[in-house]
């Protein structure tokens, strides 16, 4: 009896849920179905204990003779199996879920302003806030928008709705004119020909808790509409709106949009944008964690320059995140920023065995778990949260949450740009197809010419391209000094010295307060004048250089080197070294080497140990820079087939005397594509003739070989830049000299 009755309640529950389907029932009457399904089992339970079924019909159990056929027969033993697989059933009907359909995804478009240009930001806006309403719906996945400017390229909803991997797209304009705001949207189903599953037209008064309520409204809508529900802990940031001033609210939308793009006037627009809303409206926490994911993203990519309305520090940004998650402690996004914030509070802590360290770093953790729980489809929290693990040497995870975040936005730019890494990369190819991907999603986005260049430079050596790309991103972004300091590296590879000068002091005409930066440019020119002989000129630069602060970066190594070169080859050993005592006072203490960015150039200080006849403490050298040298190459030769740690180690073979090694994997490298890195110190030309680890091979006939090689590929390469001036790809000198002239000008 009890079996028949589970099987009458299946036919009911699929004939309920067809009706419902079919729009004939309401979806409310689905649980109350299932409820009077669920209490009548018992009772059908207890009734079947104690009757049995025979074909006089239901009699008591001790009431049927030992004879009688029974229907249900089979005794206690089967009365129990059947019990338990039934007890088994219904708890798998109560907290089973089926997992989502694969073609259930969502997309929200960037909304179209039907005002005008001028409120394109505001427009853009509403519909990014409307995502993350939308992004707490259950059973499908919410995939982040593209910016507008990668939607630009997609000529239709089903060839975006494919590259995105989703079958529901919500697209939508605003018209805002004085006092009302329309906002007229629809649901197009991307499977059946873009048609239109549902749409709407919303007229209010502008205010922003009506602004807020029409988002919500859309979200629920679009809830009804695929017949999902929302899940009980996300109803509360859908009862009311995260600030009753409508201008705090329209600058808070706008600069969420001005987010999209890392271009450094951009970044400005949005912190003022996010000052603003937070004169108005002091206890919006929104605005808060949108002012400090601003002045994050502003301080990378304006090389350091801290604008007038962000904190002047690490620890000040971070009482700032806290304070947007007290605020708002429900937005994922405030979340995501505390992470961030604390991410690069940590790297700037040494020991991270300290209780400091551990403390923040489990706040950290937590931060962005927490974040991305509550918004799944935040893209760039994925992005932030991977660089922190990435921080913290946790390779896997790191690469785990970045596929995890291209799952929820495959053409994420932020994750793009962070997966071309050697680190996340398995090859060179990988690599390179990462960095391409940029550039065709967002074929109006400066940053991804410009990684596009590096690493078209770093895996393949072409410097030709690396100045086309980063031709082509300074035109996009004329603000950002990395690209014509990159840029003027580049030319010191081709060995257009001019033309290198030239990108550097342009560099240092747009450049803000990144002190770091600025000295590897300044290296940078001190070798655009000493390759072309101006040895006087570039020694007083490189002498001025020794007293700033290092920061242990390896491309602010190399002036030391070439100045203790000098020495060497002006027969003053003793000189060379008491320069390395000087300056780098860490070298002769006893202290641990843990990987190739520490401070002392090592393997430089051997050599001149080597020339004064201090045998003993280059073996000690030798010896303790082995176990640090494989544990790089453990970590990342791996990934890519040739990286700096390869040149790296054909340093430390011709120091400990292994030549034949040394010669070999030059060659190899260079075969390979290998030109140098983008400093002064991996740059080809400063190792071919100035770096003095590789005095004992310099004069051998095969390294000269796999030197001359490189110099015919360079003067190949350079001709194609002067025939992409001659196009009008590349600025020529005098146009650089313009631009230089026009910075000076305008302060």
């Known amino acids: 009896m009890a079996v028949l009755y589970v099987i009458s309640a299946w036919l009911v529950m699929q004939v309920a849920g067809a009706l419902i389907d079919l729009r004939v029932l309401p979806e409310s009457l689905g649980p109350w179905v299932m409820a009077v399904l669920v209490i009548g089992f018992p009772i059908a339970l207890v009734v079947s204990w104690f009757f049995d079924m025979t074909p006089e019909g239901v009699v008591r159990e001790a009431e049927v003779p030992e004879d009688q056929p029974v229907l249900a027969a089979g005794g206690r033993r089967t009365d129990f199996i059947i019990i338990a697989m039934l007890a088994a059933a219904i708890i798998l009907m109560l907290v089973w879920e089926p997992p989502a359909p694969a073609d259930e995804a969502l997309t929200v478009l960037p909304f179209e302003s039907m005002t005008g240009p001028d409120e394109a930001a505001f427009a853009e806006g509403v519909s990014i806030e409307l995502q993350n309403l939308v992004s707490q719906l259950r059973k499908f996945k919410v995939k982040q928008p593209p910016e507008a400017s990668i939607l630009a390229h997609f000529s239709d909803i089903p060839t975006l709705a494919r590259e995105m991997d989703v079958r529901w797209v919500l697209k939508g304009s605003v018209r805002h004119a004085e006092s009302r705001v329309r906002i007229a949207v629809q649901l197009i189903d991307a499977d059946d020909e873009a048609a239109i599953a549902w749409s709407n037209v919303f007229d209010r008064e502008l205010s922003a808790a009506n602004l807020f309520a029409i988002q919500t409204e859309i979200a629920r809508a679009i809830t009804s509409e695929l017949r999902f529900s929302l899940d009980k802990p996300a109803e509360k940031p859908l009862a009311a709106p995260p600030t009753q001033n409508t201008e705090a609210y329209n600058a808070y939308l706008v600069g969420r949009q001005r987010l999209t793009d890392r271009r450094v006037d951009w970044l400005e627009d949005a912190i003022e944008q996010f000052a603003h809303a937070i004169d108005l409206d002091p206890d919006f926490g929104k605005a808060y964690s949108g002012l400090v994911d601003a002045c994050s993203l502003y301080r990378n990519y304006s090389e350091g320059h801290k604008h007038k309305s962000c904190p002047t520090d690490e620890a000040e940004l971070l009482l700032l995140a806290r304070k947007a998650v007290r605020l708002a402690p429900d937005s994922g996004e405030a979340w995501v920023s505390l992470g961030e914030v604390i991410g690069a509070l940590l790297d700037q802590l040494d020991d991270r065995q300290s209780k400091s360290y551990q403390e923040l770093s489990s706040e950290a953790e937590n931060a962005f778990k927490r974040g991305l729980s509550l918004n799944p489809s935040y893209s760039q929290g994925y992005h932030w949260y991977a660089i ?26 932020p994750l793009h740009l962070i997966f071309h890494f050697p680190e996340w990369a398995e090859s060179r190819e990988e690599a390179l197809w990462h960095a391409r991907r940029i550039v065709e999603i967002a074929p109006d986005s400066p940053t991804g010419y410009a990684r596009l260049g590096f690493e078209l430079w770093r895996n393949h050596g072409r410097a030709d391209e690396m100045v086309r790309l980063l031709s082509k991103a300074a035109r996009l972004d004329p603000r950002n ?10 030319y010191l590879a081709l060995g257009d010295y001019d033309m290198a000068l030239a990108h550097f002091r342009l560099a240092e005409m747009i450049a803000y307060t990144d002190m770091d930066a600025e000295r590897g440019r300044a290296a940078g020119e001190a070798f655009a004048l000493l390759y072309p002989g101006r040895t006087r000129e570039a020694i007083e630069k490189l002498e001025a250089l020794q007293d700033t602060p290092w920061l242990g970066r390896p491309q602010l190594h190399a002036p030391l080197n070439a100045l203790a070169g000098n020495d060497l080859r002006d027969g003053h050993p003793e000189r060379a070294l008491s320069r390395f005592r000087q300056h780098r006072p860490e070298c002769f203490a006893d202290v641990e080497f843990k990987d190739l960015s520490d401070s002392c150039p090592m393997l430089a200080l051997a050599r001149i140990l080597q020339e004064v006849g201090d045998e003993e403490r280059v073996q000690e050298f030798v010896l303790g820079y082995t176990p640090v040298l494989q544990e790089s190459w453990d970590n990342f030769w791996s990934h890519l087939d040739y990286r700096k740690e390869a040149f790296v180690q054909a340093r430390y073979e011709a120091i400990a005397g292994r030549h034949e090694q040394a010669l070999t994997m030059l060659e190899d490298l260079v075969a390979a594509g290998f030109r140098g890195w983008v400093t002064s110190e991996w740059d080809w030309r400063f190792f071919a003739y100035y770096d003095i680890t590789l005095d004992s091979i310099r004069d051998h006939p095969r390294f000269r070989a796999t030197i001359a090689v490189i110099e015919a590929d360079m003067a190949q390469q350079l001709e194609n830049v002067r025939e992409m001036q001659r196009r009008g790809e590349v600025p020529t000198l005098e146009e650089v000299n313009a631009l230089i002239a026009s910075a000076r000008e305008s302060g």
């Not at 990435?390 to 994420?412: F, H, T």
């Not at 000094?481 to 580049?490: K, S």
């Open 388 to 413: 922190y693990l990435a921080s913290k040497e946790e390779g896997q995870s790191a690469l785990q949450v970045i596929e995890q975040g291209l799952e929820v936005d495959p053409l994420s730019l």
């Open 481 to 490: 000094p990395e690209y014509p300091g990159l840029n003027g590296f580049a």
